[in-house]
């Protein structure tokens, strides 16, 4: 069974701060990962997925196959990063459905 | 060009209603996705579409729940004799991906149920 575990309900950090969101992942074959946002009042979005290793709104995240993990880490908070994020993963099976972690809040505070 | 769309964005239900959710996905857009989001928790899948066909109808939790999809574009998702445990955020999304390959999944607003 694929599974997506995100340690952190919440974090609060000041701006300026480096933020750094865990997520962890068990699946037997190669999946995709996926780092998804949810604004205030706005729907969810995807911010970033492993295979484009990119970098947007100053956040990377770098999957690592031997840990299992796909953290996400921005050097510098800003107060807009203020939101919902939701680490997932896609199988390739059922139309890439995908699995979500259960969110982490990020507060970045003034 | 518009989203994808969710009506109606709020439904509250008495328990043992029946009650019917609307998704319109972006236009083109073959995979259509149900997922139902539970307060304080991640998004958690239902039920998939590739056009009308039904392909994967694993996560839906009992046979109260029923999704369609005729004409591959339009979904609807009925909850019948709804229970409190159905209460919960239901978010409709969209991908012009097909099986084989992954394209991003655009999602709706959401319908926020609350079954008294």
């Known amino acids: 069974a694929q599974r997506v575990t995100q340690p952190e309900k919440l974090l609060s950090v000041f701006k300026g701060a480096p933020v750094e969101l865990k997520c962890n992942y068990s699946y037997s074959g190669s999946p995709e990962l996926f780092w998804y946002v949810q604004y205030s009042r706005q729907r969810l979005q995807l911010l970033l997925r492993h295979i484009s290793r990119e970098s947007i709104k100053g956040f990377t995240a770098d999957l690592n196959k031997g840990e299992t993990s796909f953290h996400l880490k921005k050097p510098f908070a800003q107060e807009e990063d203020s939101a919902m994020y939701y680490c997932a993963l896609s199988g390739g099976a059922a139309g890439n459905k995908l699995t979500f972690g259960g969110g982490t809040r990020v507060l970045v505070k003034p | 060009g518009a989203g994808v769309s969710q009506s109606p964005r709020y439904k509250v239900a008495k328990r043992g209603q029946d009650v019917a959710l609307r998704c319109d996905p972006i236009?083109?857009?073959?995979?259509l996705f149900w997922y139902q989001q539970a307060l304080g928790q991640g998004p958690e899948f239902l039920t998939y579409f590739q056009n009308e066909a039904q392909l994967d109808k694993s996560g839906l939790p009992s046979d109260r729940f029923f999704a369609e999809r005729p004409e591959g574009s339009v979904s609807t998702l009925k909850i019948q004799r709804t229970q409190q445990e159905d209460s919960a955020v239901y978010l409709c999304?969209?991908?012009?991906?097909?099986?084989?390959?992954?394209?991003?999944?655009?999602f709706g607003p959401g319908t926020r149920l609350t079954v008294l």
């Open positions: 999304a969209s991908s012009s991906a097909t099986q084989s390959s992954y394209n991003e999944q655009f």
């Open positions: 236009s083109g857009h073959v995979s």
